[in-house]
């Protein structure tokens, strides 16, 4: 149990890195939390310091996301992974290294379901991918992937076998995720969300 309790905290850790923070501090001399949206996460810093630093924090959160994921795997702990992603997720959103003030989740909810499901991470990148060329909002593309992933999990379990853990923690990822951009969804409705220009 204690062993558990110390891969939860990991994991936690992990997800509390502040991968925009660091890029934005140390090649950039910017505090992204200063600038655009305030938040921490990779559509901020795309917006903040371009696409370079974007594809840099988004590729480090998804990671993390993966990484504490596989913890349980690691250190060969009878636990489901998405516990730890879970830890993880909530280490982004709130990170103890910076403030509790994070990103959405959207890019380390990713790495976790890269982690416990590659091929709907695949099908959830495409179609975020084609979501943000028709619409230019990532905001949009990041909710209707969080509900593609949870079609998916859904689809999949009428087509093959139900994994209900992971149904129940997509249905929760992309519920977190929605709650998350309840900013930008009033925004889009009043058509002052601010659309990407690089793609």
Do not use: C
Not at 7 to 33: E, H, M, N, Q, W
Not at 68 to 91: M, V
Not at 99 to 114: C, E, I, P, Q, Y
């Amino acid at each position: 149990m204690v062993q558990i309790i110390l891969v939860l905290i990991l994991a936690y850790l992990l997800g509390s890195i502040p991968s925009g923070l660091i890029v934005g501090k140390v090649f950039y001399k910017t505090d992204i939390r200063e600038h655009g949206s305030g938040n921490l996460g990779g559509t901020n810093t795309f917006r903040t310091l371009g696409v370079k630093a974007g594809l840099a924090v988004t590729i480090a959160d998804i990671l993390k996301g993966t990484l504490a994921a596989a913890l349980p795997l690691i250190f060969h702990l009878n636990i489901n992974p998405l516990l730890a992603g879970i830890f993880a997720i909530l280490g982004h959103t709130y990170p103890i290294f910076a403030g509790f003030r994070g990103g959405k989740a959207v890019a380390t909810s990713g790495g976790v379901v890269l982690l416990a499901a590659p091929y709907m991470f695949l099908t959830v990148i495409v179609v975020f991918f084609i979501s943000l060329y028709i619409t230019k909002y990532v905001s949009l593309s990041s909710m209707i992937a969080g509900i593609t992933a949870v079609l998916y999990a859904v689809i999949s379990g009428f087509v093959y076998n139900w994994d209900i853990p992971l149904v129940i923690v997509v249905f929760l990822i992309a519920s977190f995720v929605i709650y998350r951009h309840r900013a930008n969804i009033k925004r889009i409705v009043n058509k002052t969300e601010p659309k990407i220009k690089w793609l």
